[in-house]
């Protein structure tokens, strides 16, 4: 046996922290923020038309949606290019041609996309050429 006496109450562990009860759920981003984001790829602008709260905010969905169109204009306009170069390959210098030309347009539709993302960020509806119209119909649905 041991010197020491044992103790008849073995000590107890201390209380558990305070821990506060919890808060409604919130979005998480402010509505500019999640508006710009749907520019970075086609995959944020779907998700934020299918999340809520997300899919019910007008400037989100005007975005998202502006954001699709300017992926789908971006899409076809380098399946007619890349045609074009197909059907037209055997002129001399036509290659150098197309070339040319998706640089420019990949140019501009860059240019279009930070505009739409710096817009957006700042919580403006900014319509880009023939894509923003259709966006804001479908926005306001």
């Not at 509505?31 to 779907?46: M, R």
Request: neutral net charge.
């Amino acid at each position: 046996m041991s010197d020491f006496p044992q103790d008849p109450i073995p000590p107890q562990p201390p209380p558990p922290p305070y821990i506060p009860p919890p808060t409604p759920a919130s979005s998480g981003l402010s509505d500019n923020l999640a508006a710009a984001l749907a520019y970075i790829t086609i995959i944020p602008a779907i998700v934020f038309l299918v999340l809520e709260p997300y899919n019910r905010i007008p400037l989100v969905r005007f975005h998202a949606f502006q954001s699709i169109g300017l992926c789908i204009v971006s899409i076809l306009l380098n399946v007619v290019l890349r045609i074009g170069q197909e059907i037209l390959h055997i002129i001399p210098l036509t290659g150098l041609l197309f070339a040319c030309l998706n640089m420019v347009i990949a140019l501009v539709i860059f240019i279009a996309w930070l505009i739409a993302i710096l817009k957006a960020f700042k919580g403006e509806w900014y319509k880009l050429p023939f894509i923003g119209d259709i966006a804001e119909r479908q926005a306001r649905v």
